[in-house]
């Protein structure tokens, strides 16, 4: 079972797929979203996002942003 990910900037988009996990750093600390994880919709800080997907992990450094989740689907707006 997948989450779909979208990460966006104002810029472009950053990286739009499926993913097992992704885990975000929150502004009261850092949480991570599997699947069947309740909606949820939270700020992010300067940090690290790291997710996985087809098996591999990776990371985008960001400055702050936004995250919503809703009905398997995650979308984050964020700066770099």
């Avoid at 885990?23 to 600390?29: E, K, Q, S, V």
């Avoid at 919709?41 to 690290?48: D, Q």
Wanted: aromatic share 6%; net charge negative; hydrophobic share 40%.
């Amino acid at each position: 079972m997948n989450l779909h990910l979208s990460i966006v900037s104002p810029e472009r988009e950053l990286f739009d797929g499926e993913v097992t996990s992704v885990t975000f750093p929150g502004t009261i600390g850092l949480f991570t979203i599997l699947p069947q994880h309740a909606p949820i919709v939270s700020s992010l800080i300067k940090g690290e996002i790291l997710y996985i997907s087809d098996g591999k992990e990776s990371t985008l450094n960001i400055q702050d942003g936004f995250v919503e989740l809703s009905n398997g689907i995650v979308s984050a707006c964020v700066s770099l």
